[in-house]
């Protein structure tokens, strides 16, 4: 930890209050640092884009992997100003960064209303136990386009 | 089950094979129905578009939600070609569709090469033993964010 890393989580908490003083959705925010500088930055934007994706965390990695045109977020740093949801983490172990570092905790979300926990209960829960009914449907199907992709000489592995 | 969701879940699964002979990621496909119609299908563009968030099922949350101008997916199903990965999940459940049908299995998806379970195990540990290090900093001034929401009269929960 160095000064350079609380400056950087300074502007992620920044940004999570901008997001709440202009109306754009819950109290987060969130920067990618690579080779020591800002390369994206994203807060919270669920109920004024109408869009259940739009966590801090989801909206910079796009926004990050975007500036570098790549899927991925080698050598990156990831400063939130709370702890990841199980979305934003899943969305976090796709990008691949080095490292993350993390503001509140997931009790202080719930603390105030943010339920992370019960999406990391369900998501722990075997399929038939969810509360989300989860039905498997034409398995095997799907399975061809599977065996399709496998034998595919040109795929982009990721 | 019912002959209306295998016709759904066919389409899933031919966005899936659409996808991929459009070089435009991995194999997976997702609609979501309102009432018996599609309001919105996706599918996996994370290489083509750069954007590792570009899974199957958040590309058609987002479209569905975008489509009924709501961040919620109420009175909704979600039909996927593949049991969605925690990032997908974490969508799904932020976005409270009623139900959930799936093809192929996560144990599928690892035979091709996409190792879902390597994330839901990460999801599970301790933050302090997780794969990407990760820390926590601040967590007093991004504190003093949450209060401010808290007492936030006009603030829309979700």
């Not at 920067?31 to 390369?39: A, F, H, P, S, T």
């Not at 801090?56 to 899927?71: H, N, P, Q, T």
């Not at 009790?107 to 498997?136: K, M, P, S, V």
């Amino acid at each position: 930890m160095s000064e350079q890393d609380e400056k950087f989580m300074r502007r992620a908490i920044e940004l999570a209050k901008k997001g709440i003083d202009h109306g754009a959705g819950g109290p987060f925010g969130a920067v990618v640092v690579k080779n020591g500088e800002i390369i994206a930055e994203g807060w919270n934007e669920v109920t004024s884009k109408n869009d259940p994706t739009a966590h801090a965390e989801v909206s910079a990695i796009r926004k990050a992997c975007a500036a570098l045109k790549d899927f991925q977020l080698r050598g990156c740093t990831i400063y939130t100003s709370c702890e990841p949801c199980p979305m934003c983490l899943g969305a976090i172990y796709w990008a691949r960064p080095e490292k993350m570092f993390y503001a509140c905790t997931r009790e202080d979300a719930a603390g105030i209303g943010f339920d992370d926990q019960f999406i990391y209960d369900e998501i722990g829960r075997d399929l038939e136990e969810r509360r989300i009914e989860t039905i498997n449907l034409l398995r095997i199907e799907g399975l061809g386009v599977f065996k399709m992709w496998e034998s595919m000489p040109q795929k982009i592995e990721y």
